[in-house]
């Protein structure tokens, strides 16, 4: 009896809470110019830490373009579980930052509304890669607010120093220069193969490079199949680099146990334990955060190699898109905010942020490798992320052990094949 | 509960002829009085929720506007990573709950008769106060594989150490295709005879590996009646010529290299300088072998890969048992302390011995609260998530997978509510039946 009586003091406090989140109100303001544009929109995304305190500089820009729209935002740890629970229970937040187009996606139909409103302004603004990424059916749906290039290779400047090569330029270059770092006593090759989406970043580099830019853009969409040519021979490519068991620290079993961060931190510790990482511009985070290395003396970083006779254009990269569940003149007020080169300049000063925005100035990143790497994802070649847009049945899971399958028998290049196509088939149906 | 009489008397002054009737009114009011709060809070949080699960595994990802029918349930039993899901939890249920039982009954009788049994018990106890995803996460940094990471495979290298000890040069590879494998270390391919020469370039050596007091290697110098050699660090920086010693290159001393006749038998063995130098002094006419010796290269123990796919459950279910070991030897604990201690007594007096007092008079009295523990365990194995999410890497999910991490996975992971609501819906299949005996204990027990 005083358990139910304690049970029901905790329920009855729960409901008390739920009832005062219910209660908030949200109501819609009509109007043209700025200060006649009234409401409040709510919006979600995982930015927590300093990554909130720089978003909510860039809210205050919008404050004060709006004065009258209160925008609340709040940091959810991962904001489609979240958003899944919250649609599948009616009740989601206005707008939503998610990491993924295969995630945007899963809501178009379930209550999603279209961004064509501010399509001109995007198309304008942004490299093609990043409208294609955010439209589905022909409509577009996700507004990329952050980005990142994934198209860059981190490595230990004094292991490179040591075994006297020079960042390469070339896939051959590379291989070559691993096999000098090698005989140096370094492994060349640190692969994060706990964490599956390391992999697919790396196949899909080097997708992109060999089979170009229009293959890259079908295999995404599943109009070619994996079980391809073209895909068979990017798991060849692939396989110089995971299959030279002898040049990853620890061997293939202990590569499958590596977790994203330490692939990262095992590169830049005393003595390190491999010469370089393949990983996009947010592994400098993980290197100031937690090593001692500094920049350019410590850790520097070079673009992913060209393969073949690939262009130099072609950059992979993600980002965060931003979705809106509730269409009136201040959520698309804010979105437009926020496509806008002035409030993503609010965020690239302060650092640690890729404006997918081309016209962001890009004077005002704090540093060089920032730089370098918003100039990447501006390109014209750029393309997003695949296996962030297909479904994420395939490309946030499947995907995931079938590669890891392969880094564990790289050898079998049409068993990996067969098994990919399999699963994408059963993901697209 | 609900029978239980608030007064049992007509307060005094009431009138008599209504007394009956508003008797039972009351009585009825101050039972949904107590009763309604808990059938209220019941509908809502369990009730309801499990009608909506059970319906919405009928339907397909984009919510109750699809229909699918049995669709998610032939998912659940075609798709080969819930069938692994099943096919694991079958193995913890068999084993575990079992294992828990076992162990909790072998320290609950110890406790009864060590000294520190206060303490001993807190020891054992303690896990159960830690939360089990934190147990997870702690068991998974002792479970990594590099023995300078995982404290498991620490403990097991500083023994194995001991009895096979690693080499100077453990992960050196011959420099030149001419050097390859031989009686698990590195020989050169091609014969010696003697007054030749034999150059041993080893690479893949860090910089901190190489011996202290290495100088620069020196070609060696042909000798009548003797095979002479180096062996050196055949690298400097952007490489080199692999296969000649070049300024920068230093000597590796200390390594032992073997010669060996044209039979394979060895002749002898030299140690080399600090340039790297050795010589084979007195050698007979004939074509020799020149290796360096297995013993340079023995790899130390490279760790137990207790997270990889064929351990990982084993590795999972030794995490659980740390952690629950401890419920279930305090509840059988507070069994033991309720046997009627004239019993033993009668049983000792005829002549039992300690094993069979144990045997047949001990256990037989606790087999109702050894049931209890068992039952406790298999439902909470049936729903257990925290210790699959915590401990098995990506690579090794789909090993270590159980059901309650694919209702999770597939519903908010893979944003398919349908087939997440039909694995929950068949957790609730398969706990109904020891739900329904625990409930009969439970009215035999009242």
Known sequence: MRYTLALIAVLALLAAGCGGGGSKKSSSGGGGGNSNVK?????????????????????????????????????????????????????????????????????????????DFAKSTISANYAPGWLNAGTFDGKLYGLFFKGANKSTVWYNVKAFKDAGVTPPKTWDDLLKDAKTLKASGVDAYSIGGSDGWTLTDLFENIYLRQAGPDMYDKLTQHQIKWTDASVKQALTTMAQVIGDANNIPGGTSQALQTDFPTSVTQVFTSPPKAGMVFEGDFVAGVITSSTKAKAKTDFDVFDFPQIGSSSSDAVLGGGDGVVMFKDNPATEALIKYLASSDAQEIWAKRGGYTAPNKNVDPSVYPDAITRAAAQGIAKSGFRFDMSDQMPAAFGSDAEFSDLQNFLKNPKDVNGAAAQLEADAAKAFK | ???????????????????????????????????????????????????YTITRSFFGKSGFSSFVGIDNYKTLFSDHVIRTAIKNNFIWVVIVPFAVTFLGLIFAVLTERIRWATAFKVVVFAPLAISLFATGVMWRVMYQKDPSQGAINAAVKAVSDEFSKPGTLTGAQGSSPKLVPAHGGIQL?????????????????????????AKQA???????????????RDFKPGGGTPGKVESQELGLPGVTVVLRDANDKKVQSAKTGADGSFAFDGVGSGSYHVAISKSTFAKGFAGINWL???????SMIIAYLWASAGFAMVVIGAGLASIPRDTLEAARTDGAT??????????????????????????????????????APGSTINNATLLAYEMYRRSFLQNDFGLGSAVATFILVLVIPILVLRIRDFRREV
Request: overall charge positive.
């Open chain 2, 1 to 51: 509960m609900t029978s239980t009489p608030i007064s049992a008397e007509p307060l005094p002054g009431a009138a008599a002829p209504h007394s009956a009737q508003q008797e039972k009114r009351r009585r009825t009011l101050s039972a949904l009085a107590f009763v309604g709060p808990a059938v209220f809070f019941l509908l809502v949080w369990t009730v309801y929720p499990t009608i």
């Open chain 2, 218 to 232: 020196v070609h060696p110098q042909p000798k009548s009646g003797a095979i002479t050699g180096v062996v050196w």
């Open chain 2, 189 to 213: 391919n091609q014969t010696v005879q003697p007054g030749g020469t034999a150059l041993l370039g080893l690479t893949a050596i860090p910089a901190p590996d190489v011996p202290a007091g």
């Open chain 2, 308 to 314: 990889g796919g064929s351990l990982i459950t084993l």
């Open chain 2, 354 to 391: 300690e094993f069979q007092v144990f045997r047949r008079v001990t256990v037989p009295l606790l087999a109702p609260v050894l049931t209890v523990v068992l039952v406790t365990q298999v439902i909470g194995i049936l729903k257990l998530f925290d210790i699959v999410y915590s401990i």
């Open chain 1, 39 to 115: 409401g409040s929109v709510t919006m979600i995304a995982v930015w927590t830490g300093a990554e909130q305190a720089a978003f909510q500089a860039v809210l205050n820009g919008f404050k004060s373009k709006y004065p009258s729209v209160k925008v609340t935002y709040q940091a959810q740890k991962d904001p489609a579980s979240f958003l899944s629970t919250a649609v599948e229970g009616g009740k989601p937040p206005d707008l939503a930052a998610l990491p993924a187009p295969g995630i945007i996606k899963g809501f178009v139909g379930r209550g999603l509304k279209p961004l």
